[in-house]
Nanobody, 125 residues
């Protein structure tokens, strides 16, 4: 059973930075890609960023592009998200997700089979 464990959330002032990490473990699985989603209260879960595991091709949502960097450590099965110039609208629970297969609709939650428990990110004024 694949397990995803996130860490690194917390409270930060607007303009500050935060780094999230997510480690995958548990059995044999095909790690095709990993991604970050976020969900604010009363809103749907939305795509943040994605990284393909083999070639490290990355994608970002317009809301975080230019302020965030996604990366991965193959040896540790760990993905990272460095977020800079944080804004109050970045406040949400951030979830990491893992895909074991190709899916053109990578911005949709349904493209991912496994999810972490989520980590809270709160950005204050």
């Amino acid at each position: 059973q694949v397990q995803l464990v996130e860490s690194g959330g917390g409270l930060v002032q607007a303009g500050g930075s935060l780094s999230l990490s997510c480690t995958a473990s548990g059995g044999a699985f095909n790690l095709y890609a990993m991604a970050w989603f976020r969900q604010a209260p009363g809103k749907e879960r939305e795509f943040v960023s994605r990284i393909a595991w083999r070639n490290a091709i990355t994608y970002y949502s317009d809301s975080v592009k230019g302020r965030s960097t996604i990366s991965r450590d193959n040896a540790k099965n760990t993905m990272y998200l460095q977020m800079n110039d944080l804004k109050p609208e970045d406040t949400a629970v951030y979830y990491c997700a893992l895909a074991t297969r190709v899916d053109s609709y990578y911005q949709r939650p349904g493209a991912y089979e496994y999810w972490g428990q989520g980590t809270q990110v709160t950005v204050s004024l």
